[in-house]
């Protein structure tokens, strides 16, 4: 592996600082919080930043707060870890908790953010790859190049989007807050996700994430996430689903925005399954209505030859994982 | 431009002038002349630059050293006291939990961060504690009974 390149390094000490200094140096800087994204790929060329702007002097950028009626609010730079610790994730969202603890290994979540992991650049094998492999092919459209590596004669980027915090926060209607120095916005979690393997978040260079907002836990309602991986530990997602489900005197409640069916590492965002609450709601919960929406997922997705696992073995997977999403929420909502 | 920061290791207070670009792992290894964190694949996948920050582990290799100023670390050489091993280091040895070595310093700082919060782990804890470390000697089974040993020390 390749030393890391040489940059400006600035280590503001406020949410205001880190905005102006945002502003300031524009497409020319790169925030980094944990780094364990950001720093493998400059040390692969991949990223080569002029000024990176770190949050670790930031404070009150990685608290987590619950309250009854508001519900969470967690601070962009919380390590992955300390999500994973934190009193009021486990006792209210323990799914998100579980989620967290799927990400990398001990080390990584140890200095990795939540922030860091919802803004996950998109993966290629083509990709993250180091400068001197890349060299032997012309570079693709992520390299800024014109052409794709994955599928042939491609006018656009499949780069794979496999940050496992974003599909279960989506289930549960996460919010997150950008901010910068002419103020802040709040958007939906999905929104975030632009789906172009390119620039897969919608983060304006002058913007930093600052906080993720899940609105309190619905009566009767349960969340899962299941991710599908080579090995159980450090890999990256070959394939995921998040649900989420309500659940009603032993069926489906009867209400179709109860659920949510969220795809994960089978394109360059993550994928919310059209139609899910029509098909689920107020049915029994069994094989039948399981069955519609898993198959629905199937059709919806076309993963391609970029990661671990086939594409013809990521794509027979989307109904098992829907499945076992769906059952695993469901027995949370009734515990 | 160089910066000056203050890096806490093994107990002892450094104050350095170091680039912003180096990672932990470089500034242990080559500044402080501490050889015991290795760099194998330098993407946080093996676990072999392993150290505690804070009493946890994490990977150096993907930390920038200035992210890491004023704060705690400790490395494979602060385990042993006045020249004394420190027990999961006397336990490798004697389980015969070492063959390369180079994932020996990992593997102890994993255990030595689990012990320090749970003193007696089962297997699935030793397990879980040291599977972002990898040992391409595939020694794994030695390496959990030596943690195991040192548990019951």
Redesign the interface.
């Given at each position: 592996?390749r030393?890391?390149?040489?940059?400006?390094?600035h280590?503001p000490a406020s949410a205001g600082e880190t905005a102006s200094l945002l502003s300031e140096y524009g497409d020319a800087a790169r925030l980094?919080a944990?780094?364990?994204d950001l720093?493998?790929s400059m040390?692969q060329r991949l990223s080569t930043p002029e000024h990176?702007i770190?949050l670790?002097s930031v404070t009150g950028l990685d608290a987590v707060d619950y309250d009854e009626k508001t519900g969470l609010r967690m601070g962009a730079a919380v390590t992955l870890?300390s999500l994973t610790q934190s009193p009021p994730i486990k006792d209210k969202y323990p799914a998100l908790e579980a989620a967290a603890r799927k990400v990398?290994?001990?080390?990584?979540r140890?200095?990795a953010t939540l922030g860091g992991n919802l803004c996950l650049d998109t993966r290629c094998w083509y990709y993250n790859q180091s400068d001197y492999w890349r060299q032997s092919r012309p570079p693709c459209h992520k390299t800024g190049g014109e052409v794709c590596h994955v599928v042939e004669g491609s006018k656009r980027c499949f780069a794979v989007y496999s940050g496992d915090t974003a599909p279960i926060l989506m289930a549960m209607g996460a919010e997150v807050k950008l901010m910068s120095g002419g103020g802040e916005r709040v958007i939906s979690l999905g929104e975030l996700f632009t789906g172009d393997g390119l620039r897969p978040n919608a983060v304006e260079p002058h913007e930093f994430l600052s906080e993720i907002s899940v609105p309190p836990p619905a009566a009767g309602s349960g969340v899962a996430y299941v991710k599908l991986r080579l090995r159980?530990?450090?890999d990256f997602p070959i394939m995921g689903v998040a649900a989420r489900v309500t659940m009603s005197d032993g069926a489906f409640g009867s209400a179709p925005q109860g659920f949510k069916v969220v795809l994960n590492a089978v394109g360059s965002a993550p994928v919310e399954v059209e139609g899910a609450g029509e098909m689920l709601a107020g049915k029994a919960p069994e094989q039948a209505a399981l069955e519609e929406v898993a198959q629905v997922a199937r059709a919806s997705v076309h993963p391609q030859a970029n990661t671990a696992g086939t594409p013809e073995y990521r794509r027979m997977m989307v109904p098992v994982l829907v499945k076992h999403a769906l059952t695993e929420a469901a027995a949370a909502a009734s515990s | 431009?160089k910066?000056k920061m203050k890096l806490t290791v093994n107990g002892e207070e450094h104050s350095l002038e170091i680039?912003?670009?180096?990672?932990l792992l470089?500034v242990l290894r080559e500044e402080l002349e501490l050889k015991g964190a290795k760099?194998g694949?330098?993407?946080?996948?093996c676990?072999a630059c392993?150290v505690l920050?804070e009493g946890?582990?994490?990977?150096s290799?993907?930390?920038?050293a200035?992210?890491a100023r004023g704060r705690e670390i400790v490395t494979v050489e602060g385990l042993s006291v006045n020249g004394e091993l420190h027990p999961l280091q006397q336990s490798f040895i004697e389980q015969g939990a070492i063959q390369c070595g180079y994932c020996t310093p990992g593997m102890l700082l994993?255990a030595k961060a689990l012990l320090d919060e749970n003193p007696s782990p089962s297997e699935e804890d030793i397990r879980?504690?040291i599977?972002?470390n990898l040992c391409r000697c595939t020694g794994y089974v030695k390496i959990v009974k030596a943690i195991r040993a040192a548990a019951e020390i």
């Open positions: 592996m030393r890391m390149p040489r940059f400006e390094y280590a980094i944990g780094g364990t720093l493998i040390k990176l770190s670790s870890a990398g290994s001990v080390q990584v140890n200095i159980e530990e450090v | 431009m910066r680039e912003p670009h180096r990672t470089s760099e694949c330098g993407q946080g996948y676990g392993t920050l946890q582990p994490i990977c290799c993907c930390l920038l200035m992210d994993s879980s504690a599977s972002g």
